[in-house]
């Protein structure tokens, strides 16, 4: 075949380069920084601070200000730096396309950026090129290209003159010429790059959760203040003074440190899950691994190895062998241990003889072996050096002399070898039905049934020379099956999964056979199996899931999953696999072990744990700062607390403590129960019940406090607002967790409850704090009696406690 020389003039290239613009992935025009800040402003629970903020401001409370400013300043700068590594998903595109293409222009071989590809451009393609934009091939010699990053399939595919070349896959092996026919946004990438912009991710399970609630709150805080307010003034208190009491009922009603608790809990979190190799790009993505409900995960390179193997033959004598190895590595076994110098060795010499591709060893930077060359041949070297043979070796005891390459219309190659003894070794791979008959087809019908590609080797021994056309007549050697392994530990993998209560989908561009065979590996049912699915068809499928109120998550390693780990709840992404998977997903796999997304699930539920466990801690002393306010005036006590007592409280309560309970340990089992119901409250599950329960309990024995105090002629506030505060203090401590035994306690919530209750009861034993806080002294007995009835209602939540708080 002559090589094609046509291409454009440097005038119509430039014509065109005006026409269409440039071959690059289109961008879209990134958010304006005011307009993130607002996004993350418009949270319901950020809006009820900033307006409480601006209240103790025109109120001159300055100190709660501040603290209320520094929470909303934290919370919106991490959100916002978020969302820009986000954003880089688009980017990451530009990235992996080819930076330099060859082209033909005015009749000459130029190499100029891919950016600067027209349509109409004839391309040259060498083994290892990426493709710079949609070719429709007009040469194709040997052409195989890699197109698992865009396909998910793990076999190159051959392409012949006519057939087309997407942008973003790579020449494996021979050489190839096309027509630019797509470029830019119009090509293969630039369709997946739409498809990832347009697929942007929602509000995580956990903020739909917070931002209701923070409705609820919010509604509930301003018109229980009003009620206090009229209350007041109804009973002759100034209104100053009563609207002070207002708003501090709001910020005490409202757990304006939810923000930092759920940051620590996720930054703890996030920590955790990097040691355990799982690194998350998006901090509340942490979370959401607890309330996923579906993994819906790539075949290639996530529960495969994504490097091709040989993982079953077929001696000429009939016999069965299952190899075994990691991925191009040349070393492995064999079961049952093969004879040396039997039937099998002769068929892995032969497929090491009739092949292009090599090993290449591990350097710096790249650990693992690797393919040069076609990844089934390579797969094939491998199998030799596993059964005991030395490539180099059997090579050069072989040379070749002649050879017929592989055609697509014939199904098969043949190479000639000149031995030793001066005869000379034809031999021929290809398709089964070509080459063997009998059993041995029966047997190759069987390995295709599992999945496998299969391949049948022939061979014959000559004293003369061979023309490969028309070789003497072959023996067959025997089959071998190839096909892209099952991770080490993927079915352990999956079986964690289903104790968890999360159901594996598996999601492939692989034949349907080809999946079904993975699938039974791992003990996934064919109704769980999507085979032959392109980019868009994912995205469908997730859709479908999670309009059915399902959770998602989505592993993946290529460009074609990038558009579907955005529109998942949480995208998962192999470290070793593109980076424009990579930059699209949620949490990055460093190990590429997917049994990690089982440990990141157990820590997003712990997290989730402590998020209401905490929940329940502050909203019980709201509450119960709500009903004594209420409750006081029907009680002979027209103010219960003053305002800056119950700034106090609220600060020494929902500070330290409240920020501790964020670095609970996990509860025992927090992997063996099913996830949260999707459309489940943050308080569901008992939440509420034990948040009245427990904030009447707080209610019941302050006011029993007062009035044993008022009866007694003592000062009645004062030993309200020791009781209170302790009695908060005391539910933390009663909403710990209850780990696995052997567990590392968190030491440091029982030190900041120690802290807290110290500053607590300074607030009536020293005289700077009294005069602050309009508190009077307590006797020592009295300062016990306080501390023993504010105890109960800490141990009467901790006796009935629900899981997890």
Not at 550 to 572: H, K, Y
Request: charged share 20%.
């Amino acid at each position: 075949m002559q090589p094609v020389r046509v291409g454009l003039t440097s005038e119509e290239a430039a014509e065109r380069r005006a026409a269409d613009g440039p071959n690059v992935v289109a961008a879209i025009p990134p958010r304006r920084l005011l307009g993130r800040i607002g996004r993350q402003l418009a949270d319901p629970l950020v809006a009820l601070l900033l307006a409480a903020a601006v209240i103790t401001t025109l109120l001159r409370d300055l100190p709660d200000t501040a603290v209320i400013v520094l929470v909303i300043a934290v919370n919106t700068a991490i959100g916002v730096t978020q969302e820009v590594r986000a954003d880089a998903a688009i980017a990451a595109l530009d990235r992996l396309a080819a930076p330099q293409a060859r082209v033909v222009r005015d009749g000459d071989d130029l190499i100029i950026p891919a950016a600067d590809v027209v349509r109409g451009d004839l391309v040259r393609l060498e083994a290892g090129d990426i493709v710079p934009a949609d070719l429709v091939l007009a040469e194709a010699e040997r052409a195989t290209f890699d197109e698992s990053s865009l396909t998910g399939e793990s076999v190159p595919v051959a392409r012949q003159a006519t057939e087309p070349a997407s942008a973003g896959t790579v020449l494996v092996t021979g050489r190839a010429a096309g027509l630019v026919e797509r470029v830019g946004p119009n090509s293969s990438l630039g369709r997946i790059a739409a498809l990832v912009a347009s697929a942007r991710p929602g509000l995580t399970p956990l903020q739909r959760r917070l931002a209701g609630l923070g409705r609820i709150l919010g509604v509930t805080a301003l018109a229980v203040s009003a009620i206090v307010f009229g209350l007041g003034v109804l009973a002759g208190q100034p209104i100053v003074r009563m609207a002070i009491t207002a708003v501090s009922l709001v910020v005490a009603a409202v757990p304006e440190s939810l923000p930092a608790v759920v940051t620590l809990a996720l930054a703890l979190g996030a920590r955790r899950m990097a040691h355990a190799n799982a690194i998350p790009r998006r901090l509340h993505a942490v979370e959401t691994l607890g309330s996923v409900t579906v993994i819906a995960a790539d075949k290639t390179g996530t529960l495969t190895e994504n490097r091709m193997a040989v993982q079953q033959a077929v001696s000429a004598d009939g016999r069965h062998y299952r190899v075994t190895g990691h991925g191009y590595e040349p070393v492995g076994s064999i079961h049952p241990a093969p004879d040396p110098g039997g039937a099998l060795q002769s068929l892995a010499r032969a497929g090491l003889l009739c092949n292009d591709a090599d090993l290449i060893a591990p350097v710096p930077g790249h650990p693992d072996w690797a393919a040069a060359g076609d990844p089934m041949e390579a797969a094939l070297v491998a199998f030799a050096a596993r059964c005991g043979l030395d490539p180099h070796t059997e090579r050069a005891k072989a040379p070749r002399v002649a050879e017929l390459p592989f055609d697509q219309s014939s199904r098969h190659m043949t190479t000639v070898h000149r031995l030793d003894s001066g005869e000379h070794l034809t031999v021929r791979k290809g398709a089964p039905e070509r080459l063997v008959e009998g059993d041995l087809l029966t047997a190759a019908e069987e390995l295709a049934a599992a999945g496998l590609r299969v391949l049948a080797i022939a061979t014959a021994t000559t004293p003369g020379s061979v023309d490969p056309v028309a070789p003497p007549p072959l023996r067959v050697c025997g089959l071998v099956g190839i096909g892209d392994p099952v991770r080490a530990g993927a079915p352990a993998t999956t079986e964690a999964f289903e104790q968890a209560g999360v159901h594996l989908l598996l999601i492939t561009g692989d034949h349907p056979a080809t999946a079904a065979a993975i699938g039974a590996q791992l003990g996934i049912d064919d109704s769980r199996i999507h085979a032959r699915t392109r980019p868009e068809g994912k995205l469908d499928i997730i859709a479908g899931l999670q309009k059915r109120g399902e959770v998602v998550a989505m592993t993946g390693d290529g460009v074609n999953d990038a558009p579907a780990l955005r529109r998942a709840d949480i995208g998962v992404a192999m470290g070793g696999g593109t980076e424009v998977a990579r930059q699209a997903a949620e949490l990055v796999l460093v190990d590429d072990n997917l049994a990690t997304v089982a440990t990141a699930i157990g820590e997003g539920r712990r997290i989730y744990d402590n998020i209401r466990r905490f929940l329940r801690y502050a909203l019980t002393g709201g509450l119960a700062e709500l009903l004594v306010m209420l409750a006081g005036p029907l009680l002979g006590m027209p103010l219960a607390l003053l305002p800056g007592q119950l700034l106090w409280i609220n600060l020494l309560t929902h500070g330290i403590p409240g920020v501790a309970l964020g670095a609970e340990p996990a509860e025992a089992g927090v992997l063996r129960r099913p996830p949260r119901p999707p459309q489940e409250s943050v308080l569901g599950a008992g939440l509420l019940r034990g948040v009245l329960l427990g904030g009447a309990g707080v209610t019941a024995v302050t006011l029993a406090a007062g009035v044993a105090a008022q009866l007694a002629g003592r000062p009645w506030q004062s030993a309200m607002f020791v009781v209170l505060g302790l009695a908060q203090l005391g539910v933390a401590l009663a909403v710990r967790a209850r780990p696995v035994a052997g567990t590392r306690p968190n030491r440091w919530l029982p030190a900041a409850v120690a802290l807290s209750a110290a500053l607590q009861l300074a607030g009536v034993l020293t005289g700077p704090l009294r005069t602050l806080l309009t508190t009077e002294p307590l006797t020592a007995v009295e300062l016990v009696a306080c501390a023993a009835v504010a105890a109960l209602p800490g141990l009467m939540t901790r006796a009935f406690r629900g899981s997890a708080g």
